[in-house]
């Protein structure tokens, strides 16, 4: 073919025809993505399943150790009953261990409580899943109208995924004879939105301190949470102001 001179010439670049490559790439990508949030998943499972055989492992050395204890107590109680002199120092002993025992006793129960939250995050009942507000605690603070509050949230078994959202936080109560709702932004210096923003895989503390404001007599607390995305979920629970 002639080439006018001057002119412009396209070049022509044949290249093999491969229908299935993109479709193979894409398969590959897929695949990838899979075994990255598999890997995940199971490693998040395996460092709880680890807490809770922790936990569970103290909480046995702790029920040993009560029980140690209570025999120490039986015996000691026989001899003070025996001994007409010396009393006073068995008494002593005894009441010692009476503490000791009761202390022992609050950290069973909070291990056997931490050990249950565990489980209900990874063994849940049929009807429990998903987003849920697992506890609300209120406690009095020494300053008068000061308490702590604590919201613990959790995502239960539909936990291979983060999950985020806001957490409407309200108190009901009585303030010169009418019903009013106050939200915690409020009553919590530290907290400016109307919703706490919320973000996590299986559990999240909202927790700091509130002042309630005078006249105000507290009756209720009310949490709502509202997630996004394509589950978007929307809990409410609602619970009597601690006495």
Same mark, same amino acid.
């Given at each position: 073919?002639?080439?006018?001179?001057?002119?412009?010439?396209?070049?022509? !670049?044949?290249?093999?025809?491969?229908?299935?490559?993109?479709?193979?790439?894409?398969?590959?990508?897929?695949?990838?993505?899979?075994?990255? =949030?598999? =890997?995940?998943? $199971? #490693?998040?499972? $395996?460092?709880?399943?680890?807490?809770?055989?922790?936990?569970?492992?103290?909480?046995?050395?702790?029920?040993?150790?009560?029980?140690?204890?209570?025999?120490?107590?039986?015996?000691? /109680?026989?001899?003070?009953?025996?001994?007409?002199? #010396? =009393?006073? !120092?068995?008494?002593?002993? /005894?009441?010692?261990?009476?503490? /000791?025992?009761?202390?022992?006793?609050?950290?069973?129960? /909070?291990?056997?409580?931490?050990?249950?939250?565990?489980?209900?995050?990874?063994?849940?009942?049929?009807?429990?899943?998903?987003?849920?507000?697992?506890?609300?605690?209120?406690?009095?603070?020494? %300053?008068?109208?000061?308490?702590?509050?604590?919201?613990?949230?959790?995502?239960?078994?539909?936990?291979?995924?983060?999950?985020?959202?806001?957490?409407?936080? %309200?108190?009901? #109560?009585?303030?010169?004879?009418?019903?009013?709702?106050?939200?915690?932004?409020?009553?919590?210096?530290?907290?400016?939105?109307?919703?706490?923003?919320?973000?996590?895989?299986?559990?999240?503390?909202?927790?700091?301190?509130?002042?309630?404001?005078?006249?105000?007599?507290?009756?209720?607390?009310? !949490? !709502?949470?509202?997630?996004?995305?394509?589950?978007?979920?929307?809990?409410?629970?609602?619970?009597?102001?601690?006495?």
């Amino acid at each position: 073919m002639a080439v006018v001179k001057g002119s412009q010439q396209e070049r022509l !670049v044949i290249r093999q025809y491969q229908p299935w490559e993109r479709f193979r790439r894409a398969v590959y990508f897929l695949l990838l993505l899979a075994l990255v =949030g598999a =890997g995940g998943y $199971y #490693g998040g499972l $395996y460092d709880s399943m680890s807490r809770i055989q922790q936990l569970t492992q103290e909480r046995d050395s702790l029920r040993s150790e009560l029980q140690t204890a209570e025999r120490s107590i039986a015996s000691f /109680t026989q001899r003070v009953n025996v001994l007409e002199k #010396g =009393g006073e !120092v068995d008494r002593k002993a /005894t009441e010692g261990i009476r503490q /000791t025992v009761k202390e022992l006793k609050a950290q069973i129960s /909070t291990l056997e409580e931490e050990v249950a939250f565990y489980k209900g995050i990874m063994a849940p009942s049929s009807n429990d899943r998903g987003l849920r507000v697992s506890k609300i605690d209120i406690a009095a603070l020494e %300053n008068a109208g000061s308490f702590r509050y604590s919201i613990m949230l959790t995502q239960v078994a539909d936990n291979s995924s983060y999950i985020s959202g806001l957490a409407a936080v %309200n108190f009901v #109560g009585l303030r010169n004879g009418e019903r009013v709702i106050l939200p915690l932004r409020d009553l919590d210096s530290s907290v400016t939105d109307l919703g706490v923003k919320f973000r996590f895989r299986y559990f999240q503390e909202i927790s700091g301190e509130l002042q309630l404001p005078e006249q105000f007599v507290p009756e209720q607390v009310q !949490v !709502v949470l509202q997630s996004t995305g394509g589950k978007a979920q929307r809990v409410e629970q609602t619970i009597d102001w601690p006495q």
